[in-house]
């Protein structure tokens, strides 16, 4: 089975760039869907199609994929960023698969 | 606007079954498929199936083929996942999420989300 591999936590200063990681086999190949995830919330998606925003998503979360890792970069860290992300794709059989998830702290 | 709305905290014993609906309005309702992913306590989100709500048509994940079951009432705009032989692990929170279209494979929209916990 395909699996997806994030890396536990993160950290980042506020007003800096954080880039959350997402290794997997060939994922460029794949489409890359991002969610983040606050304290006792449901998921919000952040990013579809590697790198495209839903409405109402700042141009600061951005995204990228090539090779076996694809990454969800987020500029001007905001104390508001805090959370749970996972990164998903479509296995290319019949499986949806998720990351692990990244917890981001915005120190 | 989208909205999912998921029936309410359930508790369960090991052994049961339970049927958990969400109800979508402000969209076509068989235009898009929908998704349930499960969250157990401090865990991570796991993808259990979709469906079709204009076919009816269904996939599940492996680890749950045998035990899920996905429905949908097209005049009530209502899907339903129903999950049997309960254990103590399948204690979670359990999400619908409405697909991009019919295939994309990407949750655009999430419900608020149904604990059930199972007791032994």
């Known amino acids: 089975s395909y699996e997806l591999t994030q890396s536990l936590s993160v950290s980042v200063a506020l007003g800096q760039t954080a880039r959350i990681t997402c290794v997997g086999n060939n994922i460029g190949t794949r489409n890359v869907h991002w969610y983040q995830q606050k304290s006792g919330q449901a998921p919000v998606l952040v990013i579809y199609?590697?790198?495209n925003r839903p409405p109402g998503i700042p141009e600061r979360l951005s995204g990228s994929n090539s090779g076996n890792t694809a990454t969800l970069i987020i500029t001007r860290a905001q104390d508001g960023d805090e959370g749970d992300y996972y990164c998903?794709?479509?296995?290319?059989?019949?499986?949806?698969?998720f990351g692990g998830g990244t917890k981001l702290t915005v120190l | 606007q989208v909205h999912l709305v998921q029936s309410g905290a359930e508790v369960k014993k090991s052994g049961a079954s339970v049927k958990v609906s969400c109800k979508a309005s402000?969209?076509?309702?068989?235009?898009?498929?929908v998704h349930w992913v499960r969250q157990a306590p401090g865990q991570g989100l796991e993808w259990m199936g979709w469906i079709n709500p204009g076919t009816g048509n269904t996939k599940y994940s492996r680890k749950f083929q045998a035990r899920v079951t996905i429905t949908r009432d097209t005049f009530a705009s209502t899907v339903y996942m129903e999950l049997s032989s309960l254990r103590f692990e399948d204690t979670a929170v359990y999400y619908c999420?409405?697909?991009?279209?019919?295939?994309?494979?990407?949750?655009?929209?999430w419900g608020q989300g149904t604990l059930v916990a199972v007791s032994s």
């Open positions: 999420a409405r697909d991009a279209g019919l295939n994309w494979g990407s949750f655009h929209f």
């Open positions: 199609k590697d790198k």
């Open positions: 998903q794709v479509w296995d290319g059989g019949s499986e949806m698969v």
């Open positions: 402000g969209y076509t309702f068989s235009g898009y498929a």
